[in-house]
């Protein structure tokens, strides 16, 4: 399987999840961005040593990833693909961070791992729950919500536009990459001459297909406005998932006991 | 009713970078006719249907569309007055879901939201996929998107129907709920195609092109029955008014 | 080189999402008020589409058996315009950060800095279109490719090192993390110059027009300015605040082989005078206000002040001298435009 059938696939994955119908998808889409990235925020504003602190934060993709539905498997490959720049970075921390910080009967662990393995849970903590909330919201939605927070229209049109063609233009890649892998009997792969072939075809059809949905905008009136619904109300059940989510993160980010608890 | 009226004279069309694809092509088309377009691929089939929904203008001779002659100024007009079915309804269903899609139109001509509510309900409920409304686009098969296509365009109300080969890649199930679909249109339609028999049990009449010239001009049955007609345009009879394949038998005469 | 939200800290995400916002607002004024054709729309997304999908097709890179694809951002300007560009490549990193996890939601904003801004505002401007030409050139429009592309990319994974080091995360002193993603991203850079290179000839073999169809303008000096200000300011700013903790790499040189910070040579006359000299006036001497604060704030507040302020005497300075320099032509008889 290419890189562009395991991506379609990948895709439609998401839009199938978030396309399920449960009380969590029917929350507006506009408290799930914002306490989502509030949860992030305040992950990431902890100092580098905190652990057990952090543990708290859990709750939140696990709750949204219940009550949505979204498998586990959803998560955590992907977070497996994404995860080696981040090691990357945090495997010189016990490398060059030597200093002892506790001990554990004889084992003397240095500071140098604990700020590793606080920055692996941040990741894994904040990639899920940016994952999951995606999963549970659908991408409409999530547009919406943007633009009802005043993000520029041409940034939320484009964005519309572009998961809109998206898997149109990654199936046309897929088969072009097909074709020429049934030609080639497995010889060492596309040459810079070859890729500029195949991916320049690709790009011209692009070409020719916006200016073919041009036309078909503009037989439809197009006056170069894009004119989208926009539905969002707010109720109580949405201002109780936001304030209710808002506080559970002020909380453990205050509370002292479990940062006292990191420092053992 | 002239606002249904469609007529060519003298059309003529070159494209910038070389080959004439239409000269001189005449017809008239008058209020709820249905007529097929055929021809071989370069006969001017697509540049033909351009014209006809303002996306090209005439360089020579004249298009008359409802009440204007298709010009720079009357571009609007006419786009509203004909509405086109692409070939590829990828490219007609751009918006996020198919409601948003079929509601593109009528929020363009500035409708109110009520009426705009109806509008779409009415084209989703004719063209019988309501039930997809919430769905986007990518998430349809190939008959839906089909049927999709066409309500985006039931919905500005056109007098004029244009669809540029709405068989293809067609299964044959959702062919043939197309068929019965476009049987029911009041509308006048054009319908270009090389599904002759398509052709044949949609159109009364059909305008044969060949090289950018009107071949021939008839009614259906008798014309796709006419080999000699259909070979000298390239194309050949449908297989509903060939033979039977195992005994030569046929029902009409030659 | 995208950066997840684990690596950056409040302060880091939230600046770099302010500066990214800023930028993205002007894009999409600029996008509304001046794009002439009105194929923008589905020309932009179609585009950034064709982007995610050309980054799933790989070739081999000859000598090295691995293999490489396009990042996009540099293409996108040459095709676009600087302002639609920024705007597609932005959407088509928030689909990488919200569908795949490749980049955080808060990192974002880092990201469209480093992978849009950086392209579409700086390299394309002030390397590709200087040094590109008419398009009839083939070897040039190569070279400025090869050249905006190695740019581009090692000046975003310097801003990415700054980023990482700035928040706090992580035990690598910059210098090792430098070392480390420079090399790299000029393997990476070369590769994005050959392959975007690649597709502009390819293109203009085919279809010349469609690379004189972009959807925004050129930037004018107006613009050009702007944006090199607001790089000068972010990377002095980070930097300069390092500097407050760390001792200049000279000085701690020096301060390992002499156990000084200074050296004592033999003073001359002249050296004694002008050292009297460099006292009195200097404005910022040893990067700190000349007066003395008991208030904490100004105290945190000297270092950054000192080195946007030498920044900004350095890009006047540079600014000065290209005016001069292009009076100097206009008054030969040469000169044209920019």
Redesign the interface.
């Known amino acids: 399987m ?3 059938e395991s ?1 379609l696939l ?2 439609a994955h ?2 199938r999840l978030s ?1 399920v119908h449960t009380g969590l998808h029917a929350i507006d889409p506009r408290a799930k961005v914002i306490a ?2 509030a949860g ?2 305040t ?3 902890h100092d ?1 040593y905190t652990l057990i602190g952090l543990l708290p934060y859990a709750s939140y993709p696990l709750f949204l990833a219940l009550w949505g539905q979204v498998p586990a498997g959803y998560v955590f490959s ?2 497996l ?2 995860s080696p ?2 090691v990357f ?2 495997i ?2 016990p490398l ?2 030597r200093t002892p910080l506790v001990q554990v009967y004889s084992i003397t662990i240095s500071a ?1 791992w604990v ?1 590793f393995l606080s ?2 849970l ?2 894994v903590l ?2 899920s729950a ?2 999951v909330m ?1 999963a549970v919201t659908g ?2 939605e ?2 919406m919500a943007l633009g009802r927070m005043h993000v ?4 939320v ?14 199936s ?3 088969r072009m ?1 097909r074709a020429y892998r049934l030609r080639s009997f497995g010889s ?13 075809t ?3 059809r ?2 020719d ?16 406005t ?4 926009n539905q969002l109300h707010f109720r109580s059940a949405d201002t109780l998932f936001l304030a209710g989510w808002i506080a559970f993160f002020i909380m453990v980010r205050l509370v002292k006991p479990g940062e006292a608890l990191t420092h053992f | 009713m002239s606002h249904h009226l469609l007529q060519a004279t003298e059309l003529g069309y070159t494209y910038p970078d070389g080959p004439t694809a239409l000269s001189g092509i005449s017809f008239r088309i008058t209020h709820g006719e249905s007529v097929a377009i055929v021809g071989s691929n370069g006969a001017g089939k697509s540049t033909l249907l351009q014209h006809l929904n303002g996306c090209l203008v005439p360089q020579k001779g004249t298009l008359r569309v409802g009440d204007v002659i298709v010009a720079e100024s009357t571009l609007q007009t006419v786009r509203r007055t004909v509405g086109m079915v692409f070939q590829d309804p990828d490219d007609q269903l751009f918006m996020p879901n198919v409601y948003e899609d079929v509601a593109f139109g009528p929020a363009n001509l500035g409708l109110p939201a009520e009426d705009i509510e109806l509008r779409v309900m009415q084209a989703l409920e004719t063209t019988g996929v309501a039930h997809l409304r919430t769905r986007a686009p990518y998430h349809l098969s190939g008959g839906e998107k089909r049927a999709v296509a066409i309500a985006t365009v039931l919905a500005v109300w056109p007098d004029i129907l244009v669809l540029d080969e709405p068989s293809s890649a067609l299964d044959p199930r959702a062919r043939r709920r197309l068929l019965e679909l476009l049987k029911t249109f009041d509308h006048t339609k054009v319908v270009a195609t090389h599904d002759l028999d398509f052709a044949l049990e949609l159109c009364e009449r059909t305008i044969i092109l060949s090289r950018g010239n009107v071949h021939a001009d008839g009614p259906t049955k008798e014309l796709l029955a006419h080999s000699e007609i259909l070979r000298a345009a390239e194309l050949e009879p449908p297989v509903s008014a060939q033979g039977c394949p195992m005994c030569g038998w046929r029902k009409s005469n030659d | 080189m995208h950066m997840a939200d684990a690596l950056v800290s409040p302060v880091v995400g939230g600046t770099m999402w302010a500066v990214s916002a800023g930028a993205l607002a002007y894009s999409s004024r600029k996008l509304s008020s001046t794009s002439t054709s009105g194929n923008a729309i589905p020309l932009m997304g179609v585009l950034g589409a064709f982007v995610f999908a050309a980054q799933m097709i790989n070739f081999t890179i000859p000598g090295t058996g691995s293999s490489g694809h396009i990042g996009g951002g540099l293409l996108l300007s040459i095709l676009l315009g600087p302002h639609a560009a920024m705007i597609t490549m932005t959407s088509v990193l928030s689909i990488q950060a919200l569908f795949f996890a490749d980049g955080g939601l808060l990192a974002l904003g880092a990201n469209i800095f480093n992978l849009g801004f950086v392209p579409a505002f700086l390299a394309y401007p002030l390397v590709y279109r200087p040094l590109a030409g008419t398009t009839r050139n083939r070897p040039r429009l190569v070279a400025a490719s090869i050249t905006a592309a190695v740019l581009s990319l090692e000046f975003g994974a310097f801003l990415v090192a700054l980023q990482t080091f700035f928040s706090g995360v992580t035990a690598l002193p910059l210098p090792g993390f430098l070392l480390l993603m420079l090399p790299i991203h000029l393997g990476i850079g070369l590769v994005e110059g050959a392959v975007t290179a690649g597709l502009l000839l390819f293109v203009a073999s085919s279809r010349p027009e469609l690379l004189n169809s972009q959807v925004t303008p050129h930037m004018r000096k107006r613009g050009l300015v702007a944006s090199v200000l607001i790089a000068t300011v972010l990377v002095a700013g980070a930097i300069s605040m390092m500097a407050s903790s760390h001792p200049d790499g000279l000085e701690w040189s020096i301060e390992k082989l002499t156990g000084t910070t200074e050296i004592a040579g033999q003073e001359s006359a002249a050296h004694r005078s002008l050292s009297k000299t460099q006292e009195k006036t200097s404005v910022l001497p040893d990067y700190g206000f000349r007066f003395h604060s008991a208030h904490t704030l100004v105290q945190k507040l000297q270092t950054p002040v000192a080195g946007l302020m030498g920044s900004a005497a350095v890009l006047l300075a540079g600014f000065g001298a290209g005016m001069l320099f292009r009076r100097k032509d206009r008054r030969a008889g040469q000169g044209g435009s920019h």
């Open positions: 290419s890189k562009a991506f990948s895709l998401t839009n396309s989502t990235l992030i925020l992950i990431v504003s580098r992907r977070l693909v994404v720049f981040a970075v945090g010189f921390n060059i961070d140098g700020s920055l692996l941040r990741f904040t990639v940016a994952l995606v991408f409409r999530v547009c520029p229209r041409a940034i049109v484009q964005l519309l536009f572009l998961h809109r063609y998206i898997s149109l233009i990654a046309e890649a897929a990459i060492s792969g596309l040459s810079l001459k070859g890729y500029a072939r195949l991916t320049g690709l790009l011209l692009s070409y297909r916006a200016q073919r949905i041009y036309s078909a905008m503009l037989c439809r009136g197009f006056d170069g894009i004119r989208v619904r």
